[in-house]
């Protein structure tokens, strides 16, 4: 697709209830970035695919967060049991390569708004 | 100590003068750095790449980038109230992009 896609934009849950969020890469990126974003403050990093490969998930701040990409495109993730902690947005992003040298540019996607009442 | 860190600001300048963003990083093998801007409620958008030291112009932004002393910043020449947002430091950590809290400049017709 021309540009990142996640969806829903806007979730209300309630607390307890699981949640998916889906992002939808840029067509033939090859790494894909999950952030959680609270009101105020920077993108902080949840976890990293390379491909269908989850490189990195030390972000995720707990058990209850889980995220897959298992054919090495769309993402999912999926968050157990809400707490009011876990409303923020929540971004995708992707890039083409993830060799982490010059043109790795990520994009984001608009993102997710959850609000966990 | 945070990998990225940021004066968060508020900065505020007057339309017409020089903005300066500051971002310090902590990972020695750090290759790539990025500045974003974000409009309240929106995403991220990139407006600067630098990968080796100096300066990079890019119209009204440079971008500077000190590896020795770990440190980019953002100059913003004649700024414009179009300008005011939160400006992102990101630093790409052997693949990973971890993002600074972002400062929040204003700038006054």
């Known amino acids: 697709g021309a540009g990142v896609s996640q969806s829903p934009r806007y979730k209300v849950a309630k607390r307890g209830q699981d949640v998916a969020l889906r992002c939808d890469p840029i067509s033939g990126h090859v790494s894909l970035f999950w952030y959680q974003q609270a009101l105020g403050q920077g993108p902080e990093f949840l976890t990293y695919?390379?491909?269908?490969?989850?490189?990195?998930k030390s972000g995720l701040p707990s058990d209850r967060f889980f995220a897959e990409r298992p054919e090495g495109s769309v993402s999912t993730l999926k968050i157990q049991r809400t707490q009011q902690e876990d409303s923020a947005v929540y971004l995708c992003?992707?890039?083409?390569?993830?060799?982490?040298?010059?043109?790795?540019?990520?994009?984001f996607g608009e993102g997710s708004w959850l609000t966990v009442v | 100590q945070k990998e990225v860190e940021q004066n968060s600001g508020p900065l505020s300048v007057p339309e017409g003068a020089i903005a300066s963003l500051n971002c310090t990083y902590s990972?020695?093998?750090?290759?790539?750095f990025f500045w974003y801007r974000q409009y309240s409620g929106k995403s991220p958008e990139l407006i600067m790449s630098?990968?080796?030291?100096g300066d990079k112009e890019d119209g009204r932004f440079t971008a500077q980038l000190n590896k020795a002393s770990q440190y980019v910043s953002l100059l913003i020449r004649d700024s414009q109230p179009s300008d005011s947002a939160t400006y992102l430091c990101?630093?790409?950590?052997?693949?990973?992009?971890?993002f600074g809290a972002g400062t929040r400049l204003t700038v006054k017709p």
């Open positions: 630098i990968y080796s030291n």
């Open positions: 992003a992707s890039s083409l390569d993830g060799t982490g040298f010059a043109g790795n540019t990520i994009y």
């Open positions: 990972d020695r093998v750090s290759q790539s």
């Open positions: 695919f390379q491909n269908e490969a989850q490189l990195d």
């Open positions: 990101a630093v790409n950590i052997e693949g990973d992009m971890r």
